[in-house]
């Protein structure tokens, strides 16, 4: 899923219940990384398929080379929160 705080885009993943989040548009260009396809630990960009590390924001294959931010979860009372700085 993906949420907007103050402007900026960030897209949350469920791996097996363990939640992380990255920025929520691809680095290469303007897509939501939350409608791409999730394999294991990878999440694949809609638009250009580039891979991404969803725990790591690392960028695993072409055309992406720049990482995606991540952002630390807790879950607190069955809410999921991200820690945006
Ligand atoms: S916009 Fe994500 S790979 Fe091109």
């Given at each position: ?26 680095t ?38 720049k990482?995606?931010k ?16």
């Open positions: 899923m993906r949420f907007t705080h103050k402007g900026r885009c960030i897209a949350v993943y469920n791996l097996s219940g363990e939640f992380y989040a990255t920025s929520g548009i691809c290469h260009e303007h897509a939501f990384m939350s409608e791409g396809y999730i394999d294991g630990e990878t999440v694949e960009c809609p638009l250009h398929q580039g891979l991404f590390n969803i725990r790591t924001g690392a960028a695993l294959s072409p055309p992406v080379t990482n995606l991540t952002f630390k979860t807790k879950i607190e009372n069955g809410q999921v929160y991200v820690l945006v700085d």
